[in-house]
Protein backbone atom coordinates (compact mmCIF):
# COMPACT_ATOMS: atom_id res chain seq x y z
CA UNK A 1 0.00 0.00 0.00
CA UNK A 2 3.24 2.39 0.53
CA UNK A 3 3.56 2.74 -3.28
CA UNK A 4 -0.62 3.51 -3.91
CA UNK A 5 -0.18 6.04 -1.28
CA UNK A 6 2.69 7.36 -2.71
CA UNK A 7 1.49 7.82 -6.08
CA UNK A 8 -1.83 9.68 -4.72
CA UNK A 9 0.42 11.81 -3.07
CA UNK A 10 2.28 12.51 -6.39
CA UNK A 11 -1.57 12.97 -8.04
CA UNK A 12 -2.18 15.28 -5.87
CA UNK A 13 0.82 17.41 -4.02
CA UNK A 14 3.42 16.25 -7.32
CA UNK A 15 4.85 19.98 -8.18
CA UNK A 16 8.40 21.48 -7.48
CA UNK A 17 10.50 19.60 -4.73
CA UNK A 18 7.63 17.66 -3.79
CA UNK A 19 7.75 15.69 -7.15
CA UNK A 20 11.23 14.89 -7.27
CA UNK A 21 11.27 13.35 -3.40
CA UNK A 22 7.85 11.64 -3.87
CA UNK A 23 9.62 10.05 -7.16
CA UNK A 24 13.18 9.26 -5.33
CA UNK A 25 10.50 7.51 -2.67
CA UNK A 26 8.68 5.57 -5.33
CA UNK A 27 12.07 4.46 -6.71
CA UNK A 28 12.85 3.26 -4.05
CA UNK A 29 9.53 1.42 -3.11
CA UNK A 30 8.09 -0.42 -6.56
CA UNK A 31 11.15 -2.73 -8.07
CA UNK A 32 12.49 -3.77 -4.91
CA UNK A 33 8.88 -5.65 -4.05
CA UNK A 34 9.46 -8.68 -7.08
CA UNK A 35 11.69 -10.69 -5.57
CA UNK A 36 9.96 -10.58 -1.88
CA UNK A 37 6.74 -11.11 -4.10
CA UNK A 38 8.61 -14.19 -6.03
CA UNK A 39 10.24 -15.52 -3.11
CA UNK A 40 6.59 -15.60 -1.42
CA UNK A 41 4.97 -17.54 -4.10
CA UNK A 42 7.78 -20.13 -4.06
CA UNK A 43 7.58 -20.52 -0.93
CA UNK A 44 4.28 -20.96 -0.72
CA UNK A 45 4.07 -22.95 -3.75
CA UNK A 46 6.41 -25.65 -2.77
CA UNK A 47 8.97 -27.95 -4.98
CA UNK A 48 6.64 -29.81 -7.13
CA UNK A 49 5.00 -26.98 -8.50
CA UNK A 50 7.62 -23.82 -8.63
CA UNK A 51 8.45 -23.52 -12.27
CA UNK A 52 4.10 -23.42 -12.88
CA UNK A 53 3.94 -21.52 -10.12
CA UNK A 54 7.00 -18.80 -11.64
CA UNK A 55 5.04 -19.04 -15.17
CA UNK A 56 2.19 -18.25 -13.97
CA UNK A 57 3.34 -15.04 -12.28
CA UNK A 58 5.35 -14.24 -15.21
CA UNK A 59 2.61 -14.62 -17.78
CA UNK A 60 0.03 -12.26 -15.03
CA UNK A 61 3.02 -9.37 -14.81
CA UNK A 62 3.07 -9.63 -18.86
CA UNK A 63 -0.88 -9.43 -19.15
CA UNK A 64 -0.31 -5.96 -16.97
CA UNK A 65 2.36 -5.33 -18.71
CA UNK A 66 -0.07 -5.53 -22.02
CA UNK A 67 -2.71 -3.73 -20.77
CA UNK A 68 -2.48 -1.15 -18.21
CA UNK A 69 0.07 1.10 -20.29
CA UNK A 70 -2.86 1.28 -22.80
CA UNK A 71 -5.51 2.40 -20.20
CA UNK A 72 -3.38 4.56 -18.74
CA UNK A 73 -2.49 6.22 -21.66
CA UNK A 74 -6.58 6.49 -22.54
CA UNK A 75 -7.06 8.03 -19.28
CA UNK A 76 -3.94 10.41 -19.77
CA UNK A 77 -5.30 11.67 -22.95
CA UNK A 78 -8.80 11.89 -22.13
CA UNK A 79 -8.96 12.73 -18.61
CA UNK A 80 -5.31 13.86 -17.15
CA UNK A 81 -2.30 13.22 -15.59
CA UNK A 82 -4.25 12.92 -12.10
CA UNK A 83 -6.51 10.10 -13.21
CA UNK A 84 -3.81 7.99 -14.68
CA UNK A 85 -1.78 8.21 -11.47
CA UNK A 86 -4.89 7.38 -9.44
CA UNK A 87 -5.67 4.26 -12.17
CA UNK A 88 -1.60 3.34 -10.62
CA UNK A 89 -2.25 3.67 -7.32
CA UNK A 90 -5.72 1.54 -7.69
CA UNK A 91 -3.59 -1.34 -9.30
CA UNK A 92 -1.32 -0.79 -6.40
CA UNK A 93 -4.09 -0.88 -3.94
CA UNK A 94 -5.85 -3.85 -5.70
CA UNK A 95 -2.13 -6.57 -5.79
CA UNK A 96 -2.13 -4.98 -2.09
CA UNK A 97 -5.46 -6.59 -1.12
CA UNK A 98 -4.95 -9.53 -2.60
CA UNK A 99 -1.43 -10.03 -1.43
CA UNK A 100 -2.93 -9.88 2.51
CA UNK A 101 -5.75 -12.12 1.64
CA UNK A 102 -2.99 -14.51 0.99
CA UNK A 103 -2.67 -17.26 3.61
CA UNK A 104 1.28 -17.05 3.68
CA UNK A 105 1.40 -20.12 6.66
CA UNK A 106 3.23 -23.23 5.24
Known amino acids: FYSSVLIVALALFGKGTMF ?4 VLL ?3 IRSDYSIL ?5 DIAGDNVATTMLGILSFTRFMMAAVAPIIAGAL ?4 GVE ?6 AGL ?9 TVNLKR
Open 83 to 88: ATLFFV
Open 92 to 100: FAVSGIIFM
Open 76 to 79: YQYV
Open 27 to 29: GIS
Open 20 to 23: TILL
Open 38 to 42: TATIL
